[in-house]
């Protein structure tokens, strides 16, 4: 029994390890209580809380919808790049212009095929607003464009505008872009019939494409607001151009309307020695006389020499091909600079219109005293 004892008492020794199992059970349920309590407060206090958290997943799907508009595809950025492919080629145009060089068009000139209609069309008259030239104009249009499209495109707003009063101002721009090209094209069609002008398209093409752009960002309903604006600008436009073209323009197109094939003058008049001396002389010095079959004094020129000496003459034919609304100038012409018909150049100094034969042997220091019957001494 004592033993016993003992070995209760001994086995009382890990009591420790064993005594603890009763012990939590108490402070287990109170812990119990205690932590669904707390739980429950938790829950009553973050309840209000706890639904925005499931608000999160709904509203996540918005900007990942706006997100793939707002790269590089925006109306704003679509307009500064139309603007920028405009005021690549208005650049272009004007340089041309201002360097009197000639255009490249390979379209050519309508349904024949020769680019006389594409380059006649960009150095036509039309070509001027005011005396400024119309690629000129042009190209600050489109470059202002491209500009507030690409600062609208950064939501970066200019001149410290507001967004609405910058997409107005776009839209204005656009407006007299579009309407600048609407008059050229019907000036296009009535004024040069068979005759295509591929850099006209496309700038009228980039026009109309900034107009929309603008049109649909703005809004139907903004739009509409400002539409007396817009009727306003393009009234304008078309009323500057109307006014800077002078006025009625059917006038210009009948005037080129001339079709003459090439038909060389026959001299008849018989020559006298005096003049195919002269004829002689003019051309051991070069000088050199520019004419055109059409021209009335030309003849009259050849007609002072007689057949004998006027083809002893250094004479250039400017229109070699005839003369119609395509018809250009012989390089040669063109080179020379020759402003009318005729044009003599004696000496390195042009002379323009018909001279007499005195005056061209004043003026080639000819000296001539003839044994015949003729006897004439002219010095310079």
């Known amino acids: 029994m004592a033993k016993f004892m003992s070995i209760s008492s001994a086995t009382s020794i890990p009591r420790t390890s064993s005594t603890p199992s009763p012990l939590p059970l108490r402070p287990l349920s109170a812990a119990f209580h205690s932590k669904v309590d707390l739980r429950w407060r938790v829950k009553c206090m973050t309840s209000p809380d706890t639904k925005p958290?499931?608000?999160?997943p709904a509203s996540s799907p918005p900007p990942s919808s706006s997100s793939p508009a707002s790269p590089g595809l925006s109306s704003h950025s679509w307009s500064a790049a139309l603007g920028g492919l405009g005021f690549v080629e208005t650049a272009y145009l004007t340089y041309l212009k201002l360097t009197n060089s000639t255009a490249f068009c390979p379209l050519g000139g309508g349904i024949v095929g020769d680019a006389g209609g594409c380059t006649d069309i960009l150095g036509s008259d039309y070509s001027l607003v005011f005396g400024v030239p119309l690629p000129l104009l042009g190209m600050a249009s489109y470059g202002f464009v491209a500009a507030l499209a690409l600062q609208l495109s950064k939501n970066s707003l200019p001149f410290g505008f507001g967004a609405s009063d910058s997409r107005t101002l776009l839209l204005g721009a656009t407006t007299s872009?579009?309407?600048t090209s609407g008059y050229l094209l019907y000036i296009l069609t009535t004024q040069f019939p068979g005759q295509s002008c591929p850099y006209c398209l496309f700038s009228a093409f980039l026009s109309f494409s900034l107009f929309l752009i603008t049109v649909k960002e703005l809004g139907w309903q903004e739009t509409q607001k400002v539409l007396g604006l817009q009727l306003c600008i393009a009234s304008l436009v078309i009323a500057s151009l109307r006014f800077s073209y002078g006025a009625p323009l059917p006038f210009t197109p009948r005037q080129p309307e001339i079709n003459l094939e090439y038909i060389p003058t026959e001299i008849t008049?018989?020559?006298?020695?005096?003049?195919?001396s002269l004829a002689k002389h003019l051309r051991s010095i070069g000088a050199r006389m520019y004419g055109a079959f059409w021209c009335s004094h030309c003849i009259e020129q050849k007609e002072m020499f007689g057949e004998e000496a006027a083809k002893l003459l250094n004479y250039v034919e400017c229109f070699p091909d005839g003369l119609n609304k395509n018809t250009k100038m012989a390089l040669e012409c063109v080179a020379a600079d020759i402003k009318g018909f005729p044009t003599w150049v004696i000496n390195g100094e042009v002379l323009n219109g018909e001279l007499t034969l005195s005056e061209l042997a004043q003026k080639s220091g000819f000296e001539l005293s003839d044994n015949g019957?003729?006897?004439?001494?002219?010095?310079?």
């Open 177 to 179: 872009l579009a309407a």
């Open 53 to 56: 958290d499931t608000q999160v």
């Open 373 to 380: 019957s003729t006897s004439v001494t002219l010095l310079d």
């Open 269 to 276: 008049t018989p020559s006298a020695p005096f003049t195919i």
